[in-house]
Structures are given as C-alpha cells and as structure tokens.
C-alpha cells in the first residue's frame, strides 16, 4: 500500500524560501500518477498548491505560481516543494497526496508537516 | 476560479440518523468532477466520494454522493461514531482545483 510522509523545517523566517520534501513508499513515482501539495492554515480549510505528473510537469494554483517550484526525484522517490518570500500567512500544515491528473482528486495522503512562519 | 460553497456550516445530528450536506458551485463543474472528503481532528483528509457518486476504495457505502452541474449532495446514511468529522468537497474539473469551506458534523 502506497505511503507518503512529508518532510521539513518546522519554522521558517519571513521572506525566507520554505522547502519540503515527501517521500512515497511502496510506489515508484515514476511510474504513474499525479502527486500533489495542498495546505491547510490552522483552524481552516484546504488549499491546493499544485501537481507534478509522474514525467516531471508542473501544474500550479494560479495565486501561488509565482511563489511556487515543484520538483521530483525519481532516484529518492521523492517529491519536493519549493515556497518562496513567506509571511505569516503562509503557516499551515502541508500535505502531499496522490492524484490521477492535473487537476485532481486526492486518494492517499501524507500525514502533514506542520510550517510556521515566525521570526 | 470556481468558489464552492457548503451548508450548514455546521450540522448537528445524532448517531444513527441521516446526514445530507450540500456543495454548490459558482459556475458549473465539468464532467460532474467532485470530491468528498472527511477529516477527522488531527488527521489527514481522507477521500470518500470522486466523479460526484463514486466511492473511493473501501469507502462503507453509508456514503453516496449525488448531483451535477452547481448542486451536488454527499448523504450519510446512517451516522456512525466514526463519522462525527469536517466534510470537504472539491471540484477538480477546472485546472485550478477548489475546496469548499466545510461542514462539520457534530453529536447533537
């Protein structure tokens, strides 16, 4: 049964550059499927980030485009996000999740990684 | 982008009892592509309804999902304990994926 765990720092200052990694078990990324990140500010509800196909194209939520890299790793089997100039607005819990597109449903998802933004 | 909404913002029901929360759409979903989600405290979403009416696996068919266009339903047939959670949906059938704001389902 595939897994996914999420990885990263638990704080990151404002302005700086919030990096994460998820890494699936028991499936090889490259072998299909979507995989995505959404997130979810304390005590709210969920937002997507963006997907990268399984052959390493990105697809993004228009709002956070600018601010947003998506990166895979066949060779770790992981997945990375990459968050740019980050505010306090920007603390959520980060989940990664598998899809089957795009644009996507989500049929397994990590555990999450909680990010605060503080200084 | 599409805006979901949700209602009630809150449901309160006993165990046992039927459940019926709605998602509308502000424009119309293409090819009914609508995702339930149930999310207990400190855990993950996890997938119950895709394509408006298909369960994810494993998923106790106490969960139905319904609907098309703007108007979709995901009714809870009988209440379990397990089932007192927040309920998302999602559309996925414009390239920008939304998420309503959440019902929560709570013990009356």
């Known amino acids: 049964q595939v897994q996914l765990q999420e990885s990263g720092p638990g704080l990151v200052r404002p302005s700086e550059t919030l990096s994460l990694t998820c890494t699936v078990s028991?499936?090889?990324?490259?072998?299909?499927?979507?995989w995505g990140w959404i997130r979810q500010p304390p005590g709210k509800g969920l937002e997507w980030i963006g997907t990268?196909?399984?052959?390493?194209?990105?697809y993004f939520n228009p709002s956070l485009k600018s601010r947003v890299t998506l990166l895979l790793d066949t060779s770790k089997n992981q997945l990375s996000l990459m968050f740019s100039s980050v505010t306090a607005a920007d603390t959520a819990m980060y989940y990664c999740?598998?899809?089957?597109?795009?644009?996507?449903?989500?049929?397994?998802w990590g555990q999450g990684t909680l990010v605060t933004v503080s200084s | 982008e599409i805006v979901l909404t949700q209602s009630p913002a809150t449901l309160s029901l006993s165990p046992g009892e039927r459940a019926t929360l709605s998602c509308g759409a502000s424009?119309?979903?293409?090819?009914?592509?609508l995702a339930w989600y149930q999310q207990r405290p400190g855990l993950a979403p996890r997938l119950l309804i895709y394509?408006?009416?298909k369960r994810a696996t494993g998923i106790s068919d106490r969960f139905s999902g319904s609907g098309s266009g703007t108007d979709f339903t995901l009714t809870i047939s009988r209440l379990e304990p397990e089932d007192f959670a927040v309920y998302y949906c999602?559309?996925?059938?414009?390239?920008?994926?939304?998420f309503g704001p959440g019902t929560k389902v709570d013990i009356k």
């Open positions: 999740g598998r899809g089957t597109a795009a644009s996507t449903w989500f049929d397994c």
């Open positions: 028991h499936f090889s990324i490259n072998r299909g499927y979507y």
């Open positions: 990268i196909s399984h052959s390493g194209s990105p």
């Open positions: 424009q119309s979903v293409s090819r009914e592509y």
């Open positions: 394509d408006a009416s």
């Open positions: 999602q559309q996925y059938g414009d390239s920008w994926a939304t």
